[in-house]
Nanobody
Framework: QVQLVESGGGLVQTGDSLRLSCAAS?????????MSWFRQAPGKGREFVSC????????YYVDSVKGRFTISRDNDKNTVFLQLNSLTPEDTAVYYC????????????????????WGQGTQVTVSS
């Protein structure tokens, strides 16, 4: 069993930055999990944002955040990060981290299927 806890969200202005963290706990080897970030904006479905392989050597991003968001992980601290730069109101959402055992294509990783564990989410609100 793995527990995921996100933190770092908040209310910011357009152009500001935030760093989200997702800390994993439980009887597991964190590096054996691929980690992803999803987000859900008000009135919309949950969408894929970014993912990182277990060793941290491979990443994917949705086109809308490329060049602005950066995913990273520290396996010694069982934590995955999402650096959010140049934020816009369109980035307003609840951000969730999720863990899965396997790695695949972007389409595979963007699917919410096969994610074993999810966090409770952290709210990011960007004002104009």
């Amino acid at each position: 069993q793995v527990q995921l806890v996100e933190s770092g969200g908040g209310l910011v202005q357009t152009g500001d930055s935030l760093r989200l963290s997702c800390a994993a706990s439980g009887r597991t080897t964190f590096s054996s999990y691929s980690m992803s970030w999803f987000r859900q904006a008000p009135g919309k479905g949950r969408e894929f944002v970014s993912c990182i392989s277990g060793g941290g050597g491979a990443t994917y991003y949705v086109d809308s955040v490329k060049g602005r968001f950066t995913i990273s992980r520290d396996n010694d601290k069982n934590t995955v990060f999402l650096q959010l730069n140049s934020l816009t109101p369109e980035d307003t959402a609840v951000y969730y981290c999720a863990a899965r055992r396997t790695w695949g294509t972007l389409a595979t990783m963007a699917s919410q299927n096969d994610y074993t564990y999810w966090g409770q989410g952290t709210q990011v609100t960007v004002s104009s």
